[in-house]
């Protein structure tokens, strides 16, 4: 195939512009920065999942209490009617007997009650330390994860502008090959998985490095000065 010595440079430069983005890209999907972020924003996540579990639990405790508290003025108030019934009795040492019972039995099932909700207080004290101490968990997971966030942009950044520089090494390149020089690249390129040219080198393939023999190098020369790798189909620049 015909090529022109600045279009075999052209090729080269194109070739190595593409190699570039291919380790520009693999460098930024690697990056510390990114990771990072990643996992600033992973472990922010677990902090909000753990004060939602949190949220949750502190309402079911305040609903417990104040069903609790319900229950022992409800206790309360039957343990003053069967006072004021004692009081009332006069003569009635039956009537009295009775309401007796009735007391002890309320004053014992409000020791409990009460018991309960003390219990109650304290575990809802307890997640009330938890909770602070999420809130400032959240805190500096948020602040970590937004100076991740801003390290990771600044590097996206850098990448890009190699990117783009590659990018515009590619196109001047590219612009400097005939049609049919371009297309046998884009060819070789998308059928090698990126690398479409090899220079030969001591009649073998620099890219598949597979020795081109006797027939396959006379009609490969017989290409000059770029041909094809009988073996991997690649340009070889000879
Ligand atoms: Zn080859």
């Given at each position: ?15 190595e512009a593409e190699r570039g983005m291919v380790a520009v ?137 190699r990117i783009?520089e590659l990018?515009?090494q ?69």
């Open positions: 195939m015909f090529a022109s010595p600045e279009q075999i440079e052209a090729l080269r430069a194109l070739q890209r693999a460098a930024f999907e690697g990056s510390a920065s990114r990771r990072e972020h990643a996992e600033a924003l992973e472990r922010l996540r677990q902090v909000e999942d753990k004060m939602r579990g949190l949220m949750a639990a502190r309402q079911r405790i305040s609903s417990a209490i104040a069903a609790a508290e319900a229950d022992d003025a409800a206790l309360a108030r039957q343990q003053e009617e069967a006072q004021r019934a004692i009081d009332g009795a006069g003569t009635d040492y039956r009537s009295i007997e009775t309401n007796t019972k009735k007391l002890n039995d309320l004053a014992r099932k409000r020791t409990e009650a009460e018991a309960g909700l003390e219990r109650a207080y304290e575990e809802m004290q307890r997640a009330e330390g938890l909770a602070r101490r999420l809130a400032d968990a959240h805190a500096a997971c948020r602040q970590r994860e937004q100076e991740a966030g801003q390290a990771f942009a600044r590097e996206r950044a850098t990448f890009g502008g783009d990018d515009a590619r196109e001047q390149a590219s612009a400097l090959l005939s049609d049919e020089l371009r297309a046998a690249y884009r060819e070789a390129a998308q059928r090698s998985g990126g690398v479409g040219l090899a220079e030969l080198r001591e009649e073998a393939c620099g890219a598949c490095r597979r020795a081109i023999q006797d027939g396959h190098l006379i009609a490969l020369r017989a290409q000059a000065p770029v041909g094809t790798c009988p073996h991997c189909g690649r340009l070889l620049v000879i």
